[in-house]
Nanobody, 125 residues
């Protein structure tokens, strides 16, 4: 049973930073893609960032490029999302997700098999 557990959300002022963590367990994730998505009230779930569990490129939504960084710690089976220069429009529930490596575009949330429970990020103006 794959489990993804997010942590690190909270309330921060605009311009501040947060680091989200996603602890993965249940099996090895050698060739999987790990992604971060977010969903604001009344809006659809949207892609934020993704990277392969093994070596490879990172992918970002245009809205977060240059401000957010996705990274992993293989020894800890953990994926991180470092969020800097936060804006009120970044307010959302952030979800960690995992899927196989050859399932089409990484920004397609429907291609992800496993999801965490989400963590709330609130950015005040």
């Amino acid at each position: 049973q794959v489990q993804l557990v997010e942590s690190g959300g909270g309330l921060v002022q605009a311009g501040g930073s947060l680091r989200l963590s996603c602890a993965a367990s249940g099996r090895t994730f050698g060739s999987d893609v790990m992604g971060w998505f977010r969903q604001a009230p009344g809006k659809e779930r949207e892609f934020v960032a993704a990277m392969p569990w093994s070596a490879g490129s990172t992918y970002y939504a245009d809205s977060v490029k240059g401000r957010f960084t996705i990274a992993r710690d293989n020894a800890k089976n953990t994926v991180y999302l470092q969020m800097n220069s936060l804006k009120p429009e970044d307010t959302a529930v952030y979800y960690c997700a995992a899927r196989g490596s050859r399932l089409g575009p990484v920004y397609n949330f429907a291609s992800y098999n496993y999801w965490g429970q989400g963590t709330q990020v609130t950015v005040s103006s």
